[in-house]
């Protein structure tokens, strides 16, 4: 079992930029590490992933080029950078892990707001 616990969101404005941390308890070895929101009103949307043990990501089309998907593995963490930042990036944003079947384990979230 794998417990996430994510930080850094806030206030920012648009255009602006805002890095979110995801501190994971566990084994990770296997693990693909994923940040998805949802906005009120909205389902839950994929944002973006990273295996673990190497460097493949992946991205949602509406943040590809904006958004850095990076672990630390030292640290057991999962960062998602996030720049040029737009009111409709405004969510909750949610860290997962998953063994490649599905989405498991899920952190509390942390509100981004993106003021225009």
């Known amino acids: 079992q794998v417990q996430l616990v994510e930080s850094g969101g806030g206030l920012v404005q648009a255009g602006g930029s805002l890095t979110l941390s995801c501190v994971a308890s566990?084994?990770?070895?296997?693990?693909?590490m994923g940040w998805f929101r949802q906005a009120p009103g909205k389902e839950r949307e994929f944002v973006a992933s990273?295996?673990?043990?190497?460097?493949?990501?992946y991205y949602s089309d509406s943040v590809k080029g904006r958004f850095t998907i990076s672990t630390d593995n030292a640290k057991n963490v999962v960062n998602l950078q996030m720049s040029s930042l737009k009111p409709e990036d405004t969510a909750r944003y949610y860290c997962?892990?998953?063994?490649?079947?599905?989405?498991?384990?899920w952190g509390q979230g942390t509100q981004v707001t993106v003021s225009s």
């Open positions: 997962a892990a998953s063994l490649g079947n599905r989405w498991d384990n």
């Open positions: 566990g084994q990770l070895t296997n693990y693909l």
């Open positions: 990273r295996w673990w043990d190497n460097s493949l990501t």
